[in-house]
């Protein structure tokens, strides 16, 4: 057996030498695995902002149930193990390693039938499918890597129901330059009389998605934006009231002083209902309240917070969250993102709001990087905002902390990468003090 290092390792290197396998492939790869027709019910879930956010509040509000649910998200903060979950345990890593192999052996027997390597994304979901298949989770939630239509996870034919989150610019050099190519793209993962729910937020990605819809016989669960009232922020919650077909307005809360969350959350307790249309209130109620999803606005020490912000969508929920923050000293940003993200226009939205007294430019610790170089040349065209650049995480988030005083806060956003870097120099700086 190999080690769990030598696993991660192997996975890591598998884009230098494999490409992506059609969904049809993948199917295949499926049913050679014995995975095609799991007895468990599957919701998919698909969207440019939101998709782990609301697989967190839908797990949580399952469990409360009495359900046994497994996860399949991406991407990870720190450890790689944390794409796969059973319940509230990510895998292990000796599980993990038992995955590797069962997908390692399997790739060797399709390869003699004229199959492809699977590709990165496509072996963890392979994995994460052999190992449900092993626990038996009564719920399956399968967030989709990138787009929709050609994602692996489109190779499971029949879901229960299918969520698409908030459609916003990401990704366009793949799925296309306008939200309504991007909305197709999405919208592919919608089957035939599968019924799907999303948010009624921009009229053209309402109406590419419903057009869909309609034409797979699929019935819609709507979230409008009447559903969702009487929003009151917290110091570390945010209580709303939500109407809904099922309900007439319920008070809920939830852990988190993001405002964007609430939508998400709707939107996992309406794919709940889907689920199990006599859900009982109570454990809709305590499964919002106890979920947990790391980096969206989570304060990871105190008065320091961190929002994996990552596309412009992202920062300007990220900005009306910041806004509304009741700080009473000042804020700095520590900030780093990745090449291939619009970050010029990420950047031109962070400056022009003008909330933050200082912002601490970071090179991140992986090669798709925004070059310092680049981060001045944009960060120079606007006057007033108080930068420094760093060549490394840990030297920016260290002058971050330094900087900081009683009553001001620190937020951390413009790259799940840089959030997962940071996560890391706060267990080791918390792990040398025990």
Known sequence: ????????????????FAGKNSVEDTARLLSMAGCDRLPA????????????SVCSYLAAILKQAGFRVGRFTSPHLQSICE???????????????????KVRDLSVRSSREGLSHPSFFEYLFLMAMIYFREQEPDVI????GLGGRLDATNSIKKPDVCVITEIGYDHMQYLGDSLEKIAGEKAGIIK?????????????VTRILSDYAKKMDSPVILLEKDNILDVNIGNKSIDFSLYTRYYNYVSLCISTKAVYQPENAALSVLAAHVLCEKLDPEAVRKGLFTAYWPGRMEEALPGVFLDGAHNEDGVQAFLDSVRRDGCKGKRSLLFGVVADKRYDRMIEMIASAGL?????????????????????????????VSCSFFESVQAGFEQQLQLKEAEDIAYVAGSLYLIGQVKSLIRRTQDDRF
Do not use: C
């Open 1 to 16: 057996m190999v080690s769990f290092q030598e696993a991660e390792n192997y996975i890591n290197e598998i884009p230098r």
């Open 41 to 52: 019910k599957i919701v998919h879930v698909a969207g440019t902002n939101g998709k782990g």
């Open 83 to 101: 794409r796969i979950s059973m319940d509230d345990r990510q895998i292990t890593e000796e599980e993990f390693v038992s995955a590797y192999e």
């Open 141 to 144: 939630l399968l967030e989709t």
């Open 192 to 204: 035939k009389g599968v019924p799907v729910v999303f948010p009624d937020k921009r009229p053209e």
């Open 356 to 384: 933050f007294a200082k912002v601490i430019v970071a090179s991140l610790s992986t090669d798709r990087s925004t070059s310092l170089e680049q981060m001045k040349e944009v960060w120079g065209r606007y006057e007033g």
